[in-house]
């Protein structure tokens, strides 16, 4: 059973910063891609930043600049710093990772935390 634990959501000003956490546990042979995806009240979900096993990311044209998406190989762990918050990053932010265990390579979601940025 493979499990994605979010951690780091909360509500802090605008301007302010937050730093989210996930940690992938279960019979995990190999762990691909790690994301973020966020959706927001009334929105489709978005990806916010992606990166791969050797560390290059990809980030929304939204955030750029101001987070950064980082992993631990060994830890099996995904980060996203998120600086100078903005109220329209308000949403419910999900990790994402694709991984492959002995019996299959899928996509995996963690359970989302909520992140409020009030202005």
């Known amino acids: 059973q493979v499990q994605l634990l979010e951690s780091g959501g909360g509500l802090v000003q605008a301007g302010g910063s937050l730093r989210l956490s996930c940690a992938v546990s279960?019979?995990?042979?190999?762990?691909?891609?790690m994301g973020w995806y966020r959706q927001a009240p009334g929105k489709e979900r978005e990806m916010v930043a992606v990166i791969n096993s050797v560390g290059s990311p990809n980030y929304a044209d939204s955030v750029k600049g101001r987070f950064t998406i980082s992993r631990d190989n060994a830890k099996n762990t995904q980060y996203l710093q998120m600086n100078s918050l903005k109220p329209e990053d308000t949403a419910v932010y999900y990790c994402?990772?694709?991984?492959?265990?002995?019996?299959?390579?899928?996509?995996?979601w963690g359970q989302g935390t909520q992140v409020t940025v009030s202005s």
């Open positions: 994402n990772a694709d991984l492959s265990t002995r019996m299959t390579l899928r996509s995996y």
């Open positions: 279960g019979d995990i042979l190999r762990i691909h891609v």
